[in-house]
């Protein structure tokens, strides 16, 4: 029965890939949920998820009760109900799927006759423009560092802000946008800078910590998934394979810790975990190395913001299988940041080691910890029950919430790692596979 239900599924994603290039492609498409809750209906649904390379996996189940999130076609979705029903696996389906992406302008916002509004999503030529005008209307407080150029040449600008650059103050290093698709993740680190340099309350929070903030990582993949509906998944970066045509890495599978010993696709034409030919393949994965290598000895925390559930999970993230010696430090100021969004009316974060919740290797955060010595590294996932479409108009509720998140990560390293503190050295002699 699987076997023949994957060819079936492969032959209709095959028809769609030859002749379904249409805006509204996802339009009749159906999410389905499925919770597996028996190892046997895990084992057949990974048999479906190894076995059709080209099927939309949002998802993959990785323990029991934990979902599997298909986008099928119509002709697929007949085929896999049949799979279901057999095999027993409950499951939930949300219709149309589509026609919930997201309206967006396909081209840069001028900002001559209103303002940004950091509840909104934006261009990534728009969120530069404001980075500017911030950065000139609190010269004190923020500067713009340029990193480089992504692969199809967008400049990536790291946003520093600090009451007093020279103080040494320990850092809170922040990026987002690493996947395309996550829209979310930018649009929480432009709401952080707008606070931290705008609200006047904020001042403490910069109070002996200084927070650099990379606002998307991915820009190359983010203005991809704006072009049109059936761009609007797309998960990688946008790099040429020299030898398919093929494109993009999966940047959060691409640093130089642990690469590729788990949870990666080494085909070029996988559409969503290609681990690149090398670490750091990509320029965008190469900037951010670059930041946490100049500035190792000073960044106390790193959080790389993401969008699919809401959870909060530090390393290790290439195996499951042990923690790190500092995890019960990792969990508990994990624990803190849930609860602090909890009171302020969030969705508590489900905390855990990435590996735990599923291991995959060359992620930012194992390497922040275990490369650089960065003592507490975070993956956090916002939002939890819309897969990556947040709704814009949600914005206005969650990223307030998930700020006082933000406070608490502020707090405990200005109170651990403060100037006057004695600071613990860590040891950089590592590859770092430049």
């Known amino acids: 029965m699987i076997h023949g239900l994957i060819f079936l599924l492969g032959v209709s994603t095959l028809y769609l890939q030859v002749g379904g290039k249409e805006d509204n492609k996802y339009d009749n498409y159906t999410l389905i949920k499925l919770y597996p809750n028996t190892k046997s209906q895990l084992e057949a649904l990974r048999e479906i998820e190894n076995g059709v390379p080209k099927i939309d996996i949002l998802k993959r189940s990785r323990n029991l009760n934990d979902t599997t999130d298909i986008l099928l076609n119509p002709e697929q979705l007949t085929e896999i109900k049949h799979f279901v029903k057999k095999e027993g696996i409950t499951y ?86 690493i996947h395309a698709r996550e829209w979310v993740a930018p649009a929480m680190a432009m709401y952080l800078i707008h606070r931290l ?58 640093f130089g810790f642990k690469w590729a010993v788990s949870g990666v696709s080494k085909n070029p034409c996988d559409k969503e975990t290609y681990a690149g030919p090398k670490p750091f393949s990509e320029p965008e994965t190469q900037m951010v190395r670059n930041v946490m290598i100049t500035y190792g000895k000073r960044i106390k925390l ?24 500092e995890w019960q430090k990792l969990h508990s100021l994990a624990k803190m940041v849930s609860d602090a969004v909890e009171k302020a009316g969030g969705q508590p974060f489900r905390v855990m080691s990435a590996g ?79």
């Open 92 to 177: 939930d389906i949300k219709d149309n799927y589509g026609r919930s992406f997201e309206a967006v302008e396909r081209s840069p916002r001028r900002r001559v006759f209103r303002s940004f509004n950091v509840f909104e999503y934006h261009s990534y030529g728009a969120m530069q423009e404001h980075l500017e005008m911030l950065a000139k209307m609190h010269p004190d407080l923020l500067k713009l560092a340029t990193l480089g150029s992504s692969y199809q040449g967008r400049r990536m600008k790291l946003a520093k802000i600090s009451l007093n650059p020279n103080a040494n103050n320990p850092i809170i290093f922040i990026d987002g946008g």
């Open 197 to 254: 340099v705008s609200d006047p309350e904020a001042t403490h929070e910069l109070n002996g910590v200084d927070w650099y903030i990379l606002p998307v990582v991915n820009p190359d993949g983010y203005e991809f998934t704006r072009t049109s509906r059936t761009n609007r998944l797309w998960r990688k970066t946008r790099s040429k394979n020299a030898l398919l045509d093929c494109f993009g890495v999966d940047g959060n599978r691409n």
């Open 302 to 325: 790193y959080v790389s913001l993401h969008s699919y559930g809401q959870y909060l999970v530090y390393p290790w993230g290439y195996t499951g299988e042990f923690l790190p010696k």
């Open 356 to 434: 735990k919740w599923y291991p995959a290797a060359g992620g930012s955060d194992d390497f922040a910890f275990g490369a650089i010595g960065v003592p507490y590294s975070y993956t956090m996932e916002l939002t939890d029950g819309y897969e990556f479409l947040f709704p814009e108009r949600l914005l206005h509720t969650v990223l307030p919430q998930f700020y006082e998140g933000f406070k608490v990560f502020g707090a405990q390293i200005r109170n651990e790692f403060s100037p006057t503190r004695h600071r613990k050295a860590f040891n950089l002699d590592v590859d770092y596979n430049v």
